[in-house]
């Protein structure tokens, strides 16, 4: 069966993870997404690191699956080729009168527009949305600036720590007793693209049923706030401000509750006992310590009153075993456990994704084929493309510029030739 958005074109002005991991996603249910860049203004991802390691890079490094040092080509960017596997990969210059006409062609052959630059960027090349409209009146345009295109920070930027900083989460994210940790570097350049995705199917959905263009004013933060919704939930509702609890349970009375450091270098496993018999068990496991038999660890109460001397006690013992080993001794007791799992462990040991497949091998022009996440579920009749229509991974820069625009847009060949050494594509 066709997959949900088979016949959709999406022109994707998209940049850095924020937008560009959005329009991927529409590239997995069957989107013709058409990727427009400028040499006058590359994606950062393009430049920065991490890079693919090429076969003939004898450059030594911590981790010998990526280059450690700075590279020529604008194609070896991991990030960026993370981002745009499934599309299409062209130049134009929206700057230009002549690029403006052919934004105007492309316009007339597509149905939606998605773009993340700051919120009058589009407009500014002289395409708002209803001069977008004017040229093909069912068009869709979703537009994710960090604070979207209206209101009194609509001109100001944004990038995933920022979204995280001034919606709360940054601060909700940590221990107690320290500074916010915040969710890794930038949670919203991962979560803000499935925002992008979900607005733009529902406004080619309201399209499909109105036969009318649609406008998305969406941004960066807007979802991080969604994201706090139980803390503001708490204060409208209870005048209760948010406190961090670390890896400690926050709303029940539940002990040991953490993560404590096993064997190795940064080697973690989680812990859970929620009832006497899970406590129970792993005294057992522990081999009956004296101190587990003290009467402040006696009831769950007891135990939770005092997790400060609970989990150094648990720590020490972790310590001497590998976590894996752990893990599949403390779950056949039937206590809630599990490792920490870093990078490494996902991509090259984890069995679960093994079984689902999830990782999918690239194709790629320049840089050697190259894995990338495929799509996390599986449908009854039809399967999610991780390829999307190119059947590739990430173009490099202009790619498929000679080709689209003789086959889409009916270019000669000699007046795009025209076209490139004027600057236009």
């Known amino acids: 069966m066709a997959l949900p958005l088979e016949g959709v074109r999406v022109l994707d002005f998209t940049w850095l993870n924020a937008g560009a991991k959005g329009t991927r996603h529409l590239t997995l249910y069957g989107a013709d997404v058409v990727h427009i860049e400028w040499k006058g203004k590359l994606d950062v991802l393009r430049t920065s690191g991490p890079h693919h390691k090429m076969p003939d890079d004898k450059s030594p490094g911590t ?86 295109f209206q209101g009194p920070y609509r001109d100001y930027r944004s990038y995933g720590p920022t979204a995280g900083a001034i919606s709360g989460l940054t601060s909700m994210s940590g221990l107690p007793d320290r500074y916010p940790a915040g969710y890794g570097f930038s949670y919203m350049d991962v979560c803000g693209p499935y925002f992008v995705a979900m607005a733009t199917m529902m406004a080619l959905r309201q399209r499909d049923r109105t036969k009318r263009g649609v406008w998305v004013d969406s941004s960066q933060s807007g979802p991080a706030f969604l994201l706090t919704g139980t803390s503001i939930m708490n204060w409208s509702a209870n005048k209760r401000s948010y406190e961090r609890s670390g890896n400690r349970s926050a709303y029940e009375t539940v002990a040991p509750h953490g993560a404590y450091r096993c064997q190795g270098n940064e080697a973690w496993i989680t812990i859970v006992c929620r009832d006497h018999a899970e406590w129970d068990g792993l005294v057992a496991e522990m081999g009956n310590p004296e101190w587990a038999m003290r009467p402040q660890f006696a009831t769950t109460v007891g135990r939770y009153q005092n997790q400060d001397d609970l989990d150094a006690r648990i720590e020490e013992w972790t310590k001497q075993h590998d976590r894996y080993d752990l893990m599949d ?46 799509h996390p579920g599986k449908f009854s009749q039809t399967q999610p493309s991780p390829l999307g229509k190119t059947g590739h991974g990430a173009k490099c820069y202009a790619e498929d510029t000679e080709w689209f625009y003789s086959n889409l847009i009916g270019i000669p060949e000699e007046r795009i030739i025209q076209l490139q050494n004027e600057n236009v594509i």
């Open 63 to 148: 981790d010998p699956g990526y280059a450690q040092l700075d590279v020529a080509s604008v194609n070896r960017g991991a990030s960026f080729n993370n981002n745009h596997v499934g599309k299409w990969g062209i130049s134009l210059n929206m700057r230009d009168p002549k690029g403006k006409e052919l934004f105007r062609d492309l316009l007339r052959i597509s149905d939606a527009v998605v773009d993340n630059f700051t919120a009058a960027t589009l407009a500014d090349w002289g395409f708002p949305f209803d001069e977008m409209q004017r040229v093909k009146p069912d068009i869709v345009y979703v537009q994710a600036p960090g604070f979207g």
């Open 329 to 374: 001794r403390l779950q056949a007791r039937g206590i809630p456990a599990g490792v920490c799992q870093d990078t490494k462990d996902r991509y090259e040991t984890d069995p679960q994704l093994k079984h689902a497949g999830y990782f999918v091998n690239v194709p790629h022009s320049e840089v050697p084929p190259y894995d990338v996440e495929g």
